[in-house]
T-cell receptor, first 106, second 117 residues
Framework: TQLLEQSPQFLSIQEGENLTVYCNSSSVFSSLQWYRQEPGEGPVLLVTVVTGGEVKKLKRLTFQFGDARKDSSLHITAAQPGDTGLYLCAYNQFYFGTGTSLTVIP | DAGVIQSPRHEVTEMGQEVTLRCKPISGHDYLFWYRQTMMRGLELLIYFNNNVPIDDSGMPEDRFSAKMPNASFSTLKIQPSEPRDSAVYFC???????????????FGEGSRLTVL
């Protein structure tokens, strides 16, 4: 059983579309992190959310931490091919989610 | 500054052979982590070090796996003997003292892709 479940597992969309990916757990977290991993590379930190209900924006990416601090979402507006990659949520350095593999088709 | 450096990038070996993966963390980072990534199990923590001392190796799958950090700038992950189920991408990551355990940002290497035939 994974501590952090992500959905969907795979997502393929056209350039310009919007999308949301989710990170869910039955546990309460003090914080959650989102990483993006491009093919052949290691994950790179995008954001850390620490307060229930918190919303953080990073250009076209919007991250939200659930009020109960059990879940988080990542919304991408007007997706671009450069957004292609594996999106991972993580708790501290010990637990990583199952990942969402995103492909944005030009 | 150079990032986390791992070698080799790719390793193909036969079952039963010894495999050694190497990692140079970012200078000044006091925490070093080894992870394994597979399609089936995702990214799993194997072991981590603080100031060259192994803190938690509960993620190491079997006694065939061992890790060392002889100094602040070098760590190895060894598999002996290797088996086909060890095929995966192995990542090393580091983070500075003071940030670890406090949502500290992990800086990953590019990984070592291991294939055991």
């Amino acid at each position: 059983t994974q501590l952090l479940e992500q959905s969907p597992q795979f997502l393929s969309i056209q350039e310009g579309e919007n999308l949301t990916v989710y990170c869910n757990s039955s546990s309460v977290f003090s914080s959650l992190q989102w990483y993006r991993q491009e093919p052949g590379e290691g994950p790179v930190l995008l954001v850390t959310v620490v307060t229930g209900g918190e919303v953080k924006k990073l250009k076209r990416l919007t991250f939200q931490f659930g009020d109960a601090r059990k879940d988080s979402s990542l919304h991408i507006t007007a997706a671009q091919p450069g957004d292609t990659g594996l999106y991972l949520c993580a708790y501290n350095q010990f637990y990583f989610g199952t990942g969402t593999s995103l492909t944005v088709i030009p | 500054d150079a990032g986390v450096i791992q070698s080799p990038r790719h390793e193909v070996t036969e079952m039963g052979q010894e495999v050694t993966l190497r990692c140079k963390p970012i200078s000044g980072h006091d925490y070093l982590f080894w992870y394994r990534q597979t399609m089936m199990r995702g990214l799993e923590l194997l072991i981590y070090f603080n100031n060259n001392v192994p803190i938690d190796d509960s993620g190491m799958p079997e006694d065939r796996f061992s890790a060392k950090m002889p100094n602040a700038s070098f760590s190895t992950l060894k598999i002996q003997p290797s088996e086909p189920r060890d095929s995966a991408v192995y990542f090393c990551a580091s983070t500075p003292l003071g940030l670890a355990g406090q949502n500290g940002e992990l800086f990953f290497g590019e990984g070592s892709r291991l294939t055991v035939l």
